[in-house]
Each structure stands twice: as C-alpha cells, then as structure tokens.
C-alpha cells in the first residue's frame, strides 16, 4: 500500500503558489485600478454610463454604474482564478510561460478598456453622446502585447519532465554519413482548411467593407492575409538543424538547431486529439506546426519538451536530423566554413 500511495503522489501535479501569484497579480491590479479609477469619478458619471460602443465609437448599449462595476470586476476575478488554478497545479505543463503571458495580457484588456469606458462618461450629460475613438483599438492591443511580454519574463522557465511528455511514436535510426559528407532534405506540407480559409476571409472583408465597415474589414483582410501567407511550410533539415519557413515570406520562420535536438523519430498526429486544433499549437510540454492530420516529424529536445511538424517523408526527415545531431555532439564532420553539398538530396 505504501508503494501505491507513493507512486500516487509522485503521478500528482506539483503545487506552484510562487507562480500562481505571479499570474493572478495583473488580475487584481486591473481590479484595483479600475475600481480607484471608478471611485475618483464616482460623482462625474452619469447614470446610465454607455458601456458598449460601435466600429466607429459610437455608444449603443447603457448600464448603471453599479452594474458596470460589477460586471468589469467580475470578469478579471473569474479569469484570473481559473488561470491562477492552472498555474497552481500545473494542469499547462510546459506551457506555463504561454498561460501566464496571455493571463497578463488579458487583465491589460480588461483594464484598459474599463479605465477608458469610465474616462470617456466622465463629465457626460448623456451616456448616448459618448463616444470612444477608434485609435484605442490599437493603444488597447499594443498595451496587451507588452504585458504579455512582461508576464512571459515574469513567469521564469518552463521546466518538464521527459517521461511525462509523449514524443516520437517510431524510432528512426541514423542516416550514414561518409565523414565529411553533408546533406540536405526539404518538403512542402500544405493546408487545406487555410487554403481554403484565407480566400473565404478575403471575399468576406469586402463583403464587410461594402455593406458596413472598412475598419473590421480590414481585421478580417489581415487574417486572411496571415492564412495566405502559411497555408504552405516548407520544412527543411540541413547543417543548421531543423527549419521551418513560410515559402512565400521569408520571415517569420523557426529554427531549431541540431544542438538542441535529443533525438528525432515519427508521429501521426490527429490535430484536435493531440493539440485542439491547426496551426501553431502549445500544447502540455508540446509544441508544433500542426497543417494537417497523418505523418509528422517529432523531436524530442534536450529540455524534455517535444516539437513536431506535420509533413510527408518523416522518417527520411528523422533519420538526417539524428545523424547530424549525432555528428554535432561528437564534433565530427564538415567544417562550419564549408557549406552543405546542393546536389546531395536525401
């Protein structure tokens, strides 16, 4: 029994307090701001307040003021306890610093734009005359995206345990270099649902943009653009280690170098049972470019973590990187100045 109870244990996620305080603290400071905020203008406000605005920062929906309070207090209370209780038991292992990076830039929502809601009724003899310019739109992302930041350098390291995250399904051996020798692989993998997905968001800007508004039009266009750009990925091992690109654009794109590699191998992926979706995906200890269902490349990496990219010929993928992973922990092989053979195709 006792070894029952002890193997129990050890199979429970660790408690995080330290990290869970880390990730609540911007919930309750927009808690604290927005309610300072509210108390300082409490006899400048009007009743109702508008609380709701259009694309074009007209106001179209009205609360009391206690209502507003307790409906924009509740939001970053519930948010943040849920995300508190993930980081306290772990339940995103390996993904902690996304959780809490998102955690922060969500209360950065939820007090911009409850300050600006209450700056913009203060002095208001009708709530219906308030308006709030589109411009904070933007000021609203930018300040969301540096408190992100801010809460992925606050979060510290991921750390996770090899054994606790699943990597490749099928081991790959070694390809055979000739000392010397150098090779390259490379494939395209392509989307479906994106390439279908971006032309579908394209034609339904315009439609938005004719019949009502060129401002989310323009959102929607941008979005299309994105799936666009990467409903295509080229994957490539070489020297450098695993790339992963968009063949369009050349930036943004990932590499992982050999030095990190652990070892490679194949998986087959069924992107909503094994990462909840398309696309770029973290996901417990896992992360990849999730295109499609089927052959992927996985790698299990020298922090325990696990990174896979949908695409066809894996195993050939695999067995090049562990070769060449190899090569750079022995220090054997090509010189760095000499640069990889083109005519060698693997």
């Known amino acids: 029994m006792d070894a029952v109870h002890a193997g129990s244990a050890a ?17 309750l400071l927009a808690v604290a701001v927005v309610t300072a905020v509210f108390w300082a203008l409490r006899d400048r ?28 207090l509740g939001m970053p209370v519930v ?62 992302l930018g300040v969301a995206l540096l408190a992100g930041a801010v809460g992925r350098l606050c979060a510290g390291r991921d750390r996770v345990r090899a054994d606790a995250v699943r990597g490749p399904s099928e081991a790959v051996p070694s390809l055979a270099l000739a000392d010397g020798e150098s090779a390259g692989w490379s494939r ?11 032309p579908g968001l394209l034609a339904a800007a315009l439609l938005i943009g004719v019949t009502a508004s060129w401002a989310g039009a323009a959102c929607m266009a941008f979005a299309s653009l994105l799936c666009i750009a990467f409903a295509s990925v080229r994957v490539t091992v070489d020297r450098h280690g695993l790339t992963v690109a968009s063949p369009l654009v050349s930036r ?4 992982i170098p050999l030095g990190r590699v652990a070892e490679a191998g194949v998986q087959h992926i069924s992107p ?9 995906r973290i996901w417990s200890g896992r992360s990849g470019i999730v295109l499609r269902s089927g052959e992927a490349l996985a790698l299990r990496l020298a922090d325990g973590r696990v990174f896979v990219v949908t695409v066809d010929d894996a195993a050939t993928a695999a067995a090049l990187l562990n070769a060449l992973a190899g090569r750079s922990r022995t220090g054997a092989g090509p010189s760095a100045d000499r640069a990889p053979d083109p005519g060698r195709g693997v």
């Open 79 to 140: 948010s943040g306890a849920v995300i508190g209780a993930l980081v306290l038991r772990d339940e995103a292992a390996g993904a902690l610093r996304w959780v809490i990076g998102v955690g922060y830039g969500l209360a950065a929502v939820f007090g911009y734009l409850g300050v600006v809601t209450l700056l913009g009724n203060a002095d208001a003899g009708d709530a219906s005359a308030v308006r709030i310019p589109l411009w904070h739109l933007g000021a609203m």
């Open 11 to 27: 199979g429970r996620a660790p408690l995080r307090p330290g990290r869970a305080l880390i990730a609540v603290l911007p919930f």
């Open 272 to 280: 909503l049972r094994d990462f909840g979706g398309w696309g770029y």
């Open 188 to 198: 395209t993998v392509n989307s479906p649902a994106l390439l279908v997905l971006g």
């Open 252 to 255: 943004p794109r990932l590499r």
């Open 45 to 72: 406000l009007p009743d109702p307040l508008a609380v709701h605005f259009t694309a074009d920062g007209n106001s179209d929906d009205f609360a009391s003021p206690a209502a507003f309070l307790t409906a924009w």
